[in-house]
């Protein structure tokens, strides 16, 4: 080759960058170079994580390579110092000798901490400003504080892109950081995200308030930062690169939610049915702070889940019969002059999967639990002339709950002289890596056993019926049902039903697979197969 150093440096920036940025890491060069090109037919724009390798300076020839073979490639080369929460524990001069040869081998962009740049002296910005475009960064590993004043810091220095990284504690600081993008966005390239959990309304919303870019991991376990997401679900369940102004917001909120699958579900019913609507999950540590939230990004949907779903009940401007007669709600809608209306889903997810089976007028059936889910279960028993009986580890909640609805309370001790005619567990006993059953073995005396628990597809519970041969309705049917009723109350559109339900079949099928990779437990895999089928028998029959 007969081309300088500053033939690559001198690499143009297209007028427009793409909306994701891949950072990609690895043990030595080749590892993370081999990424790369897996990476750049979908995702052009890459972030060399340099500070990951032992030894920075062995990949100028391997980077500057890849930049011949792939010309479209635009990267930026980034290394962290171990100060900023990156892994270099170099000096500053050693630090800016790497990103100075990086530029020099291809890299159109180097991305400089504020520290680094404060310890630098003009002429050493201006001369790596001369080599690629200076991407000026600050990272908040503690909280989304004082944003102005930081902005305000970094613009002493000359950059051509600002990055301002802070730390979702609430569901507000999205909100915050959003704001900042939008006052200072036509005036600055900036690039602007949340981390943390929390963080995901920034990147996924932050494109369209003014941030350039946003990254995203190249797989999952190679994030480089708190909360970040991999580029697959940010374009596939997200469909980032659809997101615009006009793309109206909807999530589901909770405390948890991060084993939900309401974003994979509701995402693909939106792309089904063409519908310019993204999907999202919030953490909502406090109800407080989700209607904060709710009220200034505006959302325009809610599915609300434990633990909030009779809380939420008293600050709605209006709901609909069922809520007031549940006293739970589980779907939120908010009108454009920001009026908040609930409805109640649950009752309709839970009834459907259940008349299907067997008529429930005169039905015997045990509800354990007296949260928002058994709420609709007894209440909705109830009105189809079921006999219904309430276990609850709080014997006052259960009483109370009984009185409401004309049903009974039941004692733990008791339930071994019974038999029903269904059991439903409408309970978090079972939910995620929790094994625990609400039931013993001996206890379960029933014809049906529907767990309203979707995640994992095979709870505990749902074992011991099957071993006993009793008849078991999964999660999945009550999850997609609600689900369905939810979209057709926020689009006007008949819900893809079906297509949700496969989804999240698949969705429970791909974690069960990655979890006998990691654990070696096949039977999960199996299990989650054999309640997909059985839900798609309950299409056919239905059909």
Same mark, same amino acid.
């Given at each position: 080759?007969?081309?300088?150093?500053?033939?690559?440096?001198?690499?143009?920036?297209?007028?427009?960058?793409?909306?994701?940025?891949?950072?990609? *890491?690895? $043990?030595?060069?080749?590892?993370?170079?081999?990424?790369?090109?897996?990476?750049?037919?979908?995702?052009?724009?890459?972030?060399?994580?340099?500070?990951?390798?032992?030894?920075?300076?062995?990949?100028?020839?391997?980077?500057?390579?890849?930049?011949?073979?792939?010309? =479209?490639?635009?990267?930026?080369?980034?290394?962290?110092?171990?100060?900023?929460?990156?892994?270099?524990?170099?000096?500053? !001069?050693?630090?800016?000798?790497?990103?100075?040869?990086?530029?020099?081998?291809?890299?159109?962009?180097?991305?400089?901490?504020?520290? *680094?740049?404060?310890?630098?002296?003009?002429?050493?910005?201006?001369?790596?400003?001369?080599?690629?475009?200076?991407?000026?960064?600050?990272?908040?590993?503690?909280?989304?504080?004082?944003? =102005?004043?930081?902005?305000?810091?970094?613009?002493?220095?000359?950059?051509?892109?600002?990055?301002?990284?802070?730390?979702?504690?609430?569901?507000?600081?999205?909100?915050?950081?959003?704001?900042?993008?939008?006052?200072?966005? =036509?005036?600055?390239?900036?690039?602007?995200?949340?981390?943390?959990?929390?963080?995901?309304?920034?990147?996924?919303?932050?494109?369209?308030?003014?941030?350039?870019? *946003?990254?995203?991991?190249?797989?999952?376990?190679?994030?480089?930062?708190?909360?970040?997401?991999?580029?697959?679900?940010?374009?596939?369940?997200?469909?980032?690169?659809?997101?615009?102004?006009?793309?109206?917001?909807?999530?589901?909120?909770?405390?948890?939610?991060?084993?939900?699958?309401?974003?994979?579900?509701?995402?693909?019913?939106?792309?089904?049915?063409?519908?310019?609507?993204?999907?999202?999950?919030?953490?909502?540590?406090?109800?407080?702070?989700?209607?904060?939230?709710?009220?200034?990004?505006?959302?325009?949907?809610?599915?609300?889940?434990?633990?909030?779903?009779?809380?939420?009940?008293?600050?709605?401007?209006?709901?609909?019969?069922?809520?007031?007669?549940?006293?739970?709600?589980?779907?939120?809608?908010?009108?454009? =002059?920001?009026?908040?209306?609930?409805?109640?889903?649950?009752?309709?997810?839970?009834?459907?999967?259940?008349?299907?089976?067997?008529?429930?007028?005169?039905?015997?059936?045990?509800?354990?639990?007296?949260?928002?889910?058994?709420?609709?279960?007894?209440?909705?028993?109830?009105?189809?002339?079921?006999?219904?009986?309430?276990?609850?580890?709080?014997?006052?909640?259960?009483?109370?709950?009984?009185?409401?609805?004309?049903?009974?309370?039941?004692?733990?001790?008791?339930?071994?002289?019974?038999?029903?005619?269904?059991?439903?567990?409408?309970?978090?006993?079972?939910?995620?890596?929790?094994?625990?059953?609400?039931?013993?073995?001996?206890?379960?005396?029933?014809?049906?056993?529907?767990?309203?628990?979707?995640?994992?597809?095979?709870?505990?519970?749902?074992?011991?019926?099957?071993?006993?041969?009793?008849?078991?309705?999964?999660?999945?049917?009550?999850?997609?049902?609600?689900?369905?009723?939810?979209?057709?109350?926020?689009?006007?559109?008949? $819900?893809?039903?079906?297509?949700?339900?496969?989804?999240? $079949?698949?969705?429970?099928?791909?974690?069960?697979? $990655?979890?006998?990779?990691?654990?070696?437990?096949?039977?999960?895999?199996? !299990?989650?197969? !054999?309640?997909?089928?059985?839900?798609?028998?309950?299409?056919?029959?239905?059909?």
């Amino acid at each position: 080759m007969n081309d300088s150093p500053t033939t690559y440096a001198r690499r143009l920036l297209p007028i427009r960058l793409p909306r994701v940025c891949v950072a990609v *890491t690895g $043990s030595d060069i080749n590892e993370m170079v081999e990424k790369a090109e897996s990476l750049v037919r979908d995702n052009p724009l890459i972030e060399f994580r340099l500070d990951y390798l032992k030894n920075p300076a062995t990949a100028y020839q391997r980077l500057r390579r890849l930049f011949e073979y792939r010309p =479209d490639a635009i990267a930026i080369a980034t290394c962290r110092r171990a100060v900023n929460g990156g892994k270099f524990r170099g000096s500053v !001069a050693a630090q800016l000798e790497i990103l100075t040869k990086a530029a020099a081998a291809g890299c159109q962009m180097v991305d400089v901490e504020l520290e *680094t740049a404060a310890a630098l002296k003009p002429a050493e910005i201006e001369k790596l400003r001369s080599r690629a475009s200076l991407i000026l960064s600050h990272h908040d590993f503690r909280a989304t504080r004082k944003i =102005d004043e930081t902005f305000d810091r970094m613009k002493q220095f000359p950059a051509d892109f600002f990055k301002v990284v802070t730390t979702a504690t609430s569901l507000y600081d999205n909100v915050l950081m959003m704001k900042f993008l939008q006052q200072n966005g =036509d005036r600055h390239s900036l690039i602007g995200l949340c981390m943390g959990e929390q963080g995901i309304i920034s990147r996924v919303l932050g494109l369209r308030a003014g941030s350039a870019f *946003t990254f995203v991991a190249a797989s999952a376990g190679e994030e480089t930062a708190p909360g970040q997401i991999t580029a697959r679900e940010l374009r596939d369940t997200y469909r980032i690169e659809q997101v615009d102004a006009a793309t109206r917001v909807y999530g589901v909120a909770g405390d948890p939610v991060s084993q939900s699958l309401s974003p994979v579900m509701m995402n693909a019913a939106f792309r089904r049915e063409n519908v310019n609507a993204v999907y999202l999950s919030l953490h909502a540590k406090s109800l407080d702070d989700l209607l904060r939230c709710v009220r200034d990004i505006p959302i325009h949907g809610l599915s609300i889940t434990m633990p909030y779903k009779q809380a939420i009940v008293e600050h709605l401007d209006n709901s609909d019969p069922l809520t007031q007669k549940v006293g739970a709600c589980n779907t939120v809608v908010r009108s454009q =002059d920001g009026k908040i209306y609930g409805f109640n889903t649950d009752v309709a997810g839970i009834i459907s999967p259940l008349e299907q089976r067997i008529a429930l007028s005169g039905a015997r059936v045990l509800v354990i639990g007296a949260g928002g889910a058994a709420r609709a279960a007894v209440f909705a028993l109830r009105s189809r002339n079921a006999e219904v009986f309430i276990l609850n580890r709080t014997a006052a909640n259960a009483q109370k709950l009984a009185r409401q609805a004309h049903a009974k309370t039941v004692k733990r001790a008791d339930i071994k002289k019974l038999s029903f005619d269904i059991i439903i567990n409408a309970t978090p006993l079972g939910m995620g890596a929790n094994k625990q059953s609400p039931l013993d073995e001996k206890e379960i005396r029933a014809k049906y056993v529907f767990d309203l628990v979707y995640n994992p597809a095979e709870t505990r519970l749902m074992k011991m019926a099957r071993a006993q041969g009793l008849h078991v309705i999964g999660g999945i049917e009550m999850f997609a049902n609600q689900g369905a009723r939810q979209f057709e109350i926020w689009t006007g559109k008949p $819900s893809p039903k079906d297509e949700m339900r496969y989804v999240v $079949s698949r969705a429970l099928e791909d974690r069960a697979a $990655s979890e006998e990779k990691t654990n070696g437990k096949p039977a999960a895999k199996a !299990a989650t197969k !054999a309640v997909a089928r059985t839900a798609n028998k309950t299409v056919q029959r239905k059909k």
